[in-house]
Nanobody, 126 residues
C-alpha cells in the first residue's frame, strides 16, 4: 500500500504563490511517476502536472505552463508543486497521485493512477 499526504494549501491573493508538498510512504517511492491533479467545485478532477521517477521528464497542463513547476526529492519521498502567479481559476482541491503500473511518464487521466492523497485546498482571492 501507498500513503500520500498533501500539505501547503491555503488562502492566497491573486498573483501570489504557494508550494504544495506530497509526502509518500508505504513502499519504495522513487521508481514511480508522481502526478498532481485538481478539482474545483462542480468540475471534474483535472490533470495539472506529472514528473518521472528521476525528475528529468516533466509534463504540465497548458493552463499552468509558465506558472507552475513540479519537482521531487526521492531522498525525502516527497514531490512538490510550486505555484506562482495564481489566479482565481486556480482555486481547487489539489491532489497528488501515483501508480505502480508500468507505462509512459505522460499520464494525464485520473484512471491511470492507483493511489491518491486526501487533497489540500487552495483558495485564491481577488
Amino acid at each position: 500500500q501507498v500513503q500520500l499526504v498533501e500539505s501547503g494549501g491555503g488562502l492566497v491573493q491573486a498573483g501570489g504563490s504557494l508550494r504544495l508538498s506530497c509526502a509518500a510512504s508505504g513502499r519504495t517511492f522513487s521508481p514511480y511517476v508522481m502526478g498532481w491533479f485538481r478539482q474545483a467545485p462542480g468540475k471534474e478532477r483535472e490533470f495539472v502536472a506529472v514528473i518521472s521517477w528521476s525528475g528529468g521528464r516533466i509534463y504540465l497542463a497548458d493552463s499552468v505552463k509558465g506558472r507552475f513547476t513540479i519537482s521531487r526529492d526521492n531522498a525525502k519521498n516527497t514531490v512538490y508543486l510550486q505555484m506562482n502567479s495564481l489566479s482565481l481559476e486556480d482555486t481547487a482541491v489539489y491532489y497528488c497521485a501515483t501508480t505502480s503500473r508500468l507505462g509512459p511518464v505522460k499520464r494525464v487521466a485520473v484512471d491511470e493512477y492507483d493511489y491518491w492523497g486526501q487533497g489540500t485546498q487552495v483558495t485564491v482571492s481577488s
